[in-house]
């Protein structure tokens, strides 16, 4: 069976920064990289008109 690519990603990136990805972390980082995922869909999604102009500073 194929491995899921977005554990294959975590995995990956672990090992190209020289880091130990231990088993139990492994679930949190794959969700994590999941719900970073999804948000960017969502900005990426959202319609903008040709006209938008994009702030030069954000405030929180």
Known sequence: MAKD??????E???EL?????QAE???AATTA???V???AR???EF?????????PVFHA
């Open 5 to 10: 690519p977005i554990e294959q990603a975590v």
């Open 12 to 14: 990956t990136a672990a």
């Open 17 to 21: 920064h020289g880091l130990t990805l």
């Open 25 to 27: 972390w492994l679930e």
């Open 33 to 35: 990289l999941r719900t």
């Open 37 to 39: 995922a999804a948000a």
């Open 42 to 44: 969502l900005v990426e």
């Open 47 to 55: 319609p903008l008109e040709d006209e938008a102009e994009y702030a």
